[in-house]
Nanobody, 116 residues
Framework: QVQLVESGGGLVQAGGSLKLSCAASGRNISTYAMDWFRQAPGKEREFVATISWSGYVTYYANSVKGRFTISRDNAKNTVSLQMNSLKPNDTAVYYC?????????WGQGTQVTVSS
């Protein structure tokens, strides 16, 4: 089992920045792909970004490309999401996910609110 805890969310003005962190425990995540998803009120959860187990491969949703950066530190068992140039429609609960084959683990989420 992998337990994931997100942190770093909060209230920020449009154009501002936040850095989310996801701390893993219970198992080393170095063999897991790590993802960020988000869910806005009344909407389905959507993919934001992913990073391979090695950290060499990343992929982003078009809506965040060029503004968000995903990174990981396998030694510290953490993954981060640097969010710049935030927009009001980035407002959502952000979730961290660890995935390897059939194994999939989710955190509880952290709220990000961007005011206009």
């Amino acid at each position: 089992q992998v337990q994931l805890v997100e942190s770093g969310g909060g209230l920020v003005q449009a154009g501002g920045s936040l850095k989310l962190s996801c701390a893993a425990s219970g198992r080393n995540i170095s063999t897991y792909a790590m993802d960020w998803f988000r869910q806005a009120p009344g909407k389905e959860r959507e993919f934001v970004a992913t990073i391979s187990w090695s950290g060499y491969v990343t992929y982003y949703a078009n809506s965040v490309k060029g503004r968000f950066t995903i990174s990981r530190d396998n030694a510290k068992n953490t993954v981060s999401l640097q969010m710049n140039s935030l927009k009001p429609n980035d407002t959502a609960v952000y979730y961290c996910r660890a995935k390897a084959g059939p194994d999939e683990f989710w955190g509880q989420g952290t709220q990000v609110t961007v005011s206009s």
